[in-house]
């Protein structure tokens, strides 16, 4: 279930911290049945921390400006992308969601673009429909666009200026009417900096920035938040919790949540598990939790990168060739070459002088001549 998309509950917000932010023991009341709202007349906040952004958003949805949203993790990014959608005149077409962390950069090709029969090994179905095409006049999101691999971020860019591409293997240019929205919790210009990432996408994905603020400085949003997340993990429970002691909601609203709604939700959840009778008894926040990473992106690349040393290990440091590591990852020689200068990965220093490729040749235990090196 993710209740931080399906947020519908209805209520009276205090925009600043006062000592009227919490009443004491204030009960769980019923709400009265209404007809159903909007999405964005659903958002949690939407009266407090975020009417600036949804401000925004009215603003720009009207257009087909691309968007970069950015923020920590667990801030509620997609939903955001998802109100911009549902705010525009394409909210009757798809809104198409594709996270670019959790695809090896061929798989990424091929689901944004689209493989064609025999385009590569692998590419058996006649047809598959790209990502990019089944958000024709709708809207794409991509997350965690930081992620997306250097080698095809010149493809992203054509399809962003020019509105067309070419599937993977083809020759047939598919021209396309698509909104792009970008997310991301990493720092996007320090990566242009550090030739991570090209500096004309970066200015081209950036043509509108939302930034969404930190949990911790959206406080007096916090008791809506647990009144809601309550609300809906007693009701999947089958429990019945009708009040929360001001104490607790103090508790909450000071604590600093690291990992922002996203955190708050799986605190919320957990107390709501452990409360017994009608008051909702957490532990208190900090508490018997296991230290927070500091982004599902960090926590992802170095699982990455730990699964690339691994095969490079195994395949003695040689990248190509049908033994080479590459072929390990299912990943073309050029791609791992590449991931690896990224992820700062470098061969041994005492195997600089045995046979075997460093660089993607073979046999010679020399660079190619012309081998590429990451530039700005």
Request: aromatic share 6%; proline share 6%; hydrophobic share 35%.
């Amino acid at each position: 279930m993710s209740t931080e998309s399906n947020s519908v509950m209805q209520v009276s917000l205090t925009t600043a911290m006062s000592p009227h932010l919490f009443r004491a023991d204030e009960p769980m009341a019923r709400k009265p049945e209404r007809a159903e709202a909007s999405f964005v007349d659903t958002i949690v906040g939407r009266r407090g921390g975020l009417r600036s952004i949804l401000s925004q958003l009215k603003a720009v949805a009207p257009t087909n400006a691309t968007v970069l949203i950015t923020g920590e993790t667990g801030t509620g990014k997609a939903v955001i992308a998802r109100a911009l959608h549902e705010l525009s005149p394409r909210r009757t077409r798809n809104l198409v969601k594709v996270n670019c962390a959790t695809m090896p950069a061929g798989l990424l090709d091929s689901e944004l673009f689209g493989p064609v029969r025999g385009g590569f090994t692998g590419a058996i179905t006649s047809h598959t429909t790209s990502r990019f095409t089944l958000a024709d006049r709708g809207t794409l999101l991509l997350d965690e666009i930081g992620d997306i691999p250097l080698e095809l971020q010149p493809k992203l860019l054509r399809v962003l200026q020019d509105r067309e591409f070419e599937a993977v293997g083809s020759a047939h240019t598919t021209r396309v009417d698509v909104r792009v929205i970008a997310a991301t919790s990493g720092d996007l210009l320090q990566m242009v900096q550090d030739c991570k990432f090209r500096e004309d996408l970066y200015y081209r994905l950036n043509r509108f920035p939302v930034i969404l603020p930190p949990l911790r400085e959206r406080k007096q949003d916090i008791p809506e938040f647990v009144r809601y997340f309550v609300e809906q993990f007693a009701s999947a429970t089958g429990k019945v919790i009708e009040t929360i002691p001001e104490e607790t909601m103090r508790a909450i609203v000071s604590h600093s949540w690291p990992g922002n709604v996203r955190e708050l939700q799986n605190y919320v959840e957990r107390g709501v598990i452990l409360s017994k009778g009608v008051v909702f008894r957490p532990e208190p926040p900090g508490e018997r939790q296991t230290p927070l990473l500091k982004s599902t992106s960090s926590t992802l690349e170095h699982t990455v990168r730990e699964e690339v040393r691994a095969a490079c290990r195994r395949a003695n440091w040689k990248l190509g060739g049908s033994d080479g590591a590459a072929v390990r990852l299912g990943l073309k020689r050029t791609t791992l070459f590449y991931m690896m200068k990224r992820l700062g990965i470098r061969r041994p220093a005492t195997l600089n002088n045995i046979d075997g490729d460093a660089h993607g040749g073979s046999g010679t235990g020399r660079p190619k001549r012309g081998s590429s090196k990451l530039t700005c």
